[in-house]
């Protein structure tokens, strides 16, 4: 079931994404409204990181585009903010809290120049709204994994984006981080931002996310929580019927075919 | 003794230039190596270090000269396609990354070794002094060269400055560089050009064999000082200077010696340093703490006897004979007995004649150790259903590290209990 969004922030277009010509992706065609706290969700490999680092361009895709406020992401990188998988960097990386979330200003600096005083007043404050302000000055290998996790949303806030792609912020969180990340995102949510979080527990799915994506190679259903989540499309997404299309990728993969014609 | 003043005091224009020289190189090349450390690419160096020796050759082979200009020229060139084969091998076959730099790294040093021999047999005047590219001679360094590299250390020196905080975003957070719009391949093949820059000025001084060490152990060595990008790469150039330093002055004082070998002599001599002695990560601090871990574990199991034994006879003001407290004199009661007059210095216990009793202090510190035991016995227990004869063991240990603040939690939680789970009374203070 696809449910279109009328103003569209976020438009996914026909994407397909390969990795060695294996697609991973297949057509993922959807839209997001803004203010949204949107789920991507899915079973493990369906690709959900994936669509999230194929939005950001991080990912060459084999076809279609992203849009978001209806312009490439060239021209609109100063209103996204996107947070990595927290265990993707190496936190006993010789920095302090503080020179992690002052990188959510580097955007708006450029390459060349140095934060201001105003920047740093701006990040301490983004720690304080995750409850980290006390942490500013200790080096981030002395981190717990929630308070990482802290860390990294806190930067993202010091982008003052308005629209966030966060990739499974409430993995290996402990229950007090999880609580304070989802009543972040509902204040953020009611100043009109938009947020797409990858997700994988089916049950905290439905509270937290008044939108949903869920994800199993192909599209399987987008929509409102209540309109869309439902056992037959969580059934679609997680059994087992979707065999026949990795066979066909690991194909594409073994004869070196290329997934579009062009 | 003559040698060193001398050296030291720098009249010697051939001095000068030699440790102006090494000192420039090696603090480049340790402040490009702090950023490769950092982004995991410490082979990378190795490879570029390695595969500027054909371009070496070849430019001398065209220019016919060992001008240096032409020199950085053929080096430039052979490092840079060194790492675009690198990439292409990963990129386009199989191979992974490591291979592929073992691979494209003998490949080049080949290629020059080949180049060099043909050169050497060829019987052109201009080429002697031209191994000494391998090894490096710091002898060798004339003003010239001294102003080249003066220049290309302030151009690494400038650059890294300026792309501090971007080159530190990268080595960090790749895709979030990326996501906010950095051009992160063209900052790659910036440093890239840096390092083959370093290995470059390095080239006449410490030789391309050793140039990639001049990268990597400084900043190395610097990271177990400091948990601050700041603070690593200016120790890490220091380190890298004295190395260059040390080094000159030892090919000073024994013309014979190599330049190139000696500064990774030095250097790595201050990397062993750092692994040992470095305060917090360096391995012996860290064996001393671990001593002195066990030695209040010994004490504060000693005071607990002393509190066990008065217990027993309720009054815990009295003295106790030497064996009941340490056991029987065997070779194990000769440690207990040194613990015994470590507790007396620190004012615990007093004693003679084999008879040994608790201060008010002793007693005090004793009753404070049973009572942590006992609390966090009552905290397994009631918090987390182990059953009462199994929390002994674990209490054993946790009694000597609770801090007091853990201590006044414990005590909330619980409810500011009287009796442990063996009904006994928990000491208050």
Known sequence: MIVQAKEPILEVHDLTVSYARKPVLWGIDFTLPAGSIAGIVGPNGA???????????????????????????????????????????????????????LMGRYEKLGLLRNPSNADRALALD???????????????SQLSGGQQQRVFLARALAQEADIYFMDEPFAGVDAATEQAIISLLKDMADARKTIVVVHHDLESARSYFDWIVLLNMRLVAVGPTAQVFTNETIQQAYGGRLNLLSQVGDLLEKREFPSREK | MENVINFFSFEDPNVRYVVLGTVLLSASAAMVGSFILLQK?????????????????????????????????????????????????????????????????????????????????????????????????????????????SILAM????????????????????????????????????????????????????????????????????????????????????????????????????????????MVVASSGIAFFS????????????????????????????????????????????????????????????????????????????????RWQLTDEGHAKAAKVVRLHRLWELYLTKYMAIAADHVHDDAETIEHILTPELERELEQQLGYPDRDPHDTVIPKV
């Open chain 2, 275 to 354: 692994f040992f002695l470095a305060p917090k990560r360096g391995m012996l601090p860290k064996l001393y703490r671990q001593h002195a871990n066990r030695q209040v574990i010994a004490e504060e199991n000693l005071l607990k006897r002393f509190y066990h034994l008065g217990e027993a006879r309720s009054d815990f003001t009295g003295s106790h004979v030497e064996h009941t407290l340490i056991g029987p004199d065997n070779f194990g009661s000769t440690k207990s007995r040194s613990v015994l007059r470590r507790l007396r210095r620190k004012g615990w216990v007093t004693g003679h004649d084999k």
């Open chain 1, 47 to 101: 690709g959900k990181s994936t669509l999230l680092k194929a939005v950001m361009g991080l990912v060459p895709v084999a076809s279609g585009y992203v849009k978001l406020f209806d312009q490439p992401l060239q021209a609109v990188r100063n209103r996204v903010s996107y947070v990595p998988q927290r265990e993707s960097v190496d936190w006993d990386f010789p920095v302090s809290v503080l020179d992690v979330v």
């Open chain 2, 41 to 149: 690419k410490a082979l990378i160096g190795d490879a570029v270090a390695h595969s500027v020796l054909p371009g070496i050759c070849a430019a001398f082979l065209f220019s016919g000269t060992k001008d240096i200009v032409w020199m950085l020229f053929g080096a430039f060139i052979t490092g840079w396609l060194a790492l675009v084969g690198i990439d292409f091998v990963t990129k386009y076959s199989k191979i992974k990354k490591d291979a592929a730099i073992g691979l494209v790294l003998s490949v080049f040093f080949g290629v020059g070794i080949v180049l060099m021999t043909y050169i050497q047999q060829s019987g052109n005047a201009a080429q002697s002094g031209l191994d000494n590219f391998i090894f490096g001679k710091a002898a060798a360094l004339i003003a010239d060269d001294l102003l080249i590299f």
């Open chain 2, 155 to 262: 151009i690494i020196l400038i650059t890294i400055s300026l792309f501090f905080k971007t080159f530190t975003l990268i080595a960090f957070d790749r895709p979030f560089a990326e996501a906010i719009g950095y051009p992160v391949h063209r900052l790659d093949l910036l440093l890239t050009s840096l390092t083959v820059l370093a290995v470059v000025t390095g080239i006449t001084a410490v030789g391309v064999v050793l140039m990639a060490a001049m990268l990597i152990t400084p900043p190395a060595a610097a990271r177990y000082w400091t948990d601050n990008i700041r603070h690593m790469v200016l120790i890490s150039v220091l380190f890298g200077a004295f190395a260059g330093l040390s080094a000159a002055f030892v090919s000073y004082v024994a013309p014979a010696m190599p330049t190139g070998p000696w």
């Open chain 1, 126 to 140: 983004c720690l304080e709204k995750m409850g980290m302000a006390a942490f500013a000055r200790r080096q981030i």
